[in-house]
């Protein structure tokens, strides 16, 4: 079965801190794989997409890498800040064309000044 | 705004009522995407429309949900006699060709 898992499932640091959220999947051959963002009671918005022959992106303050061999993708976060308190989930596409998305739960940051 | 937008935001309902929710995805996109989300949990995908086509359908969706999309613009999502167990962000996402999906706000449903 095709699974995503996201941990931790909450964490907590001081503002400025650099801060790394891990993602893993089962299955390696993947197509494509997003970060998102869901602020409380809203709805999803796009980070990052990295392409299954992509090794990372990166975007301002937030870096995703890519390690289909391990099954592992991590998004690093530079200097936090509250702002970016929010639920970060990653999903993965196994196949191009319509196949949808399979998410994880998500890691619930809180950044606090 | 040019954003995928879902009516309504938030609807109450009482357990066995029917409700209908509706998502307008971004003008230029032929794909659409229903997923459901409950507390604590990531998306989870329910249909997929292509234009006016019903391409695909979860096993979550049960025999009481029904998806539309007459015109392949706007798409309708129907729950039928709700139970307590339908209660969770119902999302729609659109996208074209190959670009990431695009998320709307969610419509929070609460069923009594």
């Known amino acids: 079965k095709q699974e995503v898992t996201q941990i931790p499932a909450a964490l907590s640091v001081p503002e400025g801190e650099n801060l790394v959220l891990n993602c893993s999947f089962t299955d390696s051959a993947i197509y494509n794989l997003q970060w998102f963002r869901q602020d409380p009671g809203k709805g999803l918005t796009s980070l990052l997409l990295?392409?299954?022959?992509?090794r990372e992106q990166t975007s301002g303050r937030l870096n995703a890498s890519l390690d289909k061999s391990s099954g592992r993708s991590t998004l690093y976060i530079a200097a936090s800040q509250p702002g970016d308190s929010a639920t970060y989930l990653c999903a993965v596409k196994w196949n191009s064309g319509n196949t949808p998305l399979v998410f994880g739960k998500g890691t619930r940051l809180s950044v606090i000044a | 705004d040019t954003g995928v937008s879902q009516n309504p935001r938030h609807k109450i309902t009482k357990r066995g009522q029917n409700v209908t929710f509706r998502c307008d995805p971004i003008?230029?996109?032929?794909?659409l995407y229903w997923y459901r989300q409950t507390l604590g949990q990531g998306p989870e995908f329910l249909t997929y429309?292509?234009?006016?086509?019903?391409?695909?359908k979860s096993r979550l969706l049960s025999d009481r949900f029904s998806a539309e999309r007459p015109k392949g613009s706007f798409s309708t999502l129907e729950i039928q006699r709700t139970e307590q167990g339908d209660s969770a962000m119902y999302l729609c996402?659109?996208?074209?060709?190959?670009?990431?999906?695009?998320f709307g706000p969610g419509t929070r449903l609460l069923v009594l």
């Open positions: 990295i392409q299954s022959s992509q």
């Open positions: 429309f292509q234009n006016e086509a019903q391409l695909e």
């Open positions: 003008s230029e996109h032929n794909r």
């Open positions: 996402a659109s996208r074209s060709g190959e670009e990431t999906q695009y």
